[in-house]
């Protein structure tokens, strides 16, 4: 088991109960997609199974580890095993594609080494290799801020795929994005983790979509789990 989530519920310090009560476990090598409408407890999932929240009651565990109980060095490590993808994409914009892409394997903390473009050959030859399989090559030199939010996600997800995650965390990657260019990030996206073997978790509000890519859909409503099952079970009107 990868990950497990045992009876989690999220009360925000506004009073917001975002979780409520939520159970199940991810075998390595699934690719789930977690439906939802907006305010559901989607993200606030995401975000409590990387620590970036903290849940108020449940455990999280990852690899048998209870996040919960980790000390912030072990957080940082554990961390390091979640890649994550966004919505907003979270470049910094005015570094360029491959440096983006090789602030993946730095680390969020490291930013003042991509700066100096401290990275070794080897790390170079690698991260061209991530941004081959998304068909970036050649926008390699330029500016984040210069490209479309396609080529910014096919970015994100070379960046997150360089920190060679063993859990890949999407958080709405393609709710930014056109229908057409959306499936596209899709196909990159489904294809890349598939042959890496990196177990994916993929917020998406398009049933349709859902249906199409994963394997199994994890479906909430009010913070509540309303649906786990293989993809292709859950009926028309959700
Ligand atoms: P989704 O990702 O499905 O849109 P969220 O996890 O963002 O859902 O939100 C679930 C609920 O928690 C919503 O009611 C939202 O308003 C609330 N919420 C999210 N973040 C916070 C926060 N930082 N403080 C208080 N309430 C929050
Ligand atoms: P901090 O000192 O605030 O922890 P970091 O550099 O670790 O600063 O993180 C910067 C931002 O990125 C924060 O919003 C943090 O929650 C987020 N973050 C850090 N690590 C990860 C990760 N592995 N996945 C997703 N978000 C992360």
């Given at each position: ?32 997609s ?11 999932l ?19 580890k ?34 983006n ?10 930013i ?18 991530f ?58 996206l ?31 409503n ?8 293989k ?5 028309e009107?959700?």
């Amino acid at each position: 088991m990868l990950l497990s989530i045992k009876n989690v519920s999220k009360k925000y310090n506004n009073g917001t109960n975002a979780l409520k009560n939520i159970s199940f476990d991810v075998e390595k090598g699934e690719f789930i997609s977690v439906i939802g409408p907006s305010g559901s407890g989607k993200s606030t999932l995401l975000r409590s199974i990387n620590k970036m929240i903290d849940i108020s009651q449940g455990s999280i565990l990852f690899e048998d580890k209870n996040i919960e109980s980790l000390k912030k060095t072990q957080i940082e490590l554990v961390r390091r095993e979640i890649g994550m993808i966004f919505q907003s994409y979270n470049l910094v914009e005015r570094l360029t594609v491959i440096e983006n892409v090789l602030h993946g394997r730095l680390g969020y903390k490291s930013i003042i080494a991509g700066i100096l473009g401290i990275y070794s050959e080897e790390e170079k030859k690698e991260a061209f290799s991530f941004l081959e399989r998304v068909n970036m090559t050649k926008y390699a030199y330029q500016k984040c801020s210069e490209l479309s939010g396609g080529q910014k996600q096919r970015v994100g997800i070379a960046r997150a795929i360089m920190q060679k995650p063993k859990l890949l965390l999407c958080d709405e990657p393609i709710a930014s994005l056109d229908p057409k260019t959306a499936e596209n990030i899709m196909d990159y996206l489904k294809k890349i983790v598939t042959e890496l073997k990196i177990t994916c978790i993929v917020n998406l509000h398009q049933v349709d979509i859902a249906k199409k890519y994963s394997d199994r859909i994890i479906a909430l409503n009010k913070g509540e789990k309303i649906f786990d099952d293989k993809a292709e079970k859950l009926t028309e009107k959700m």
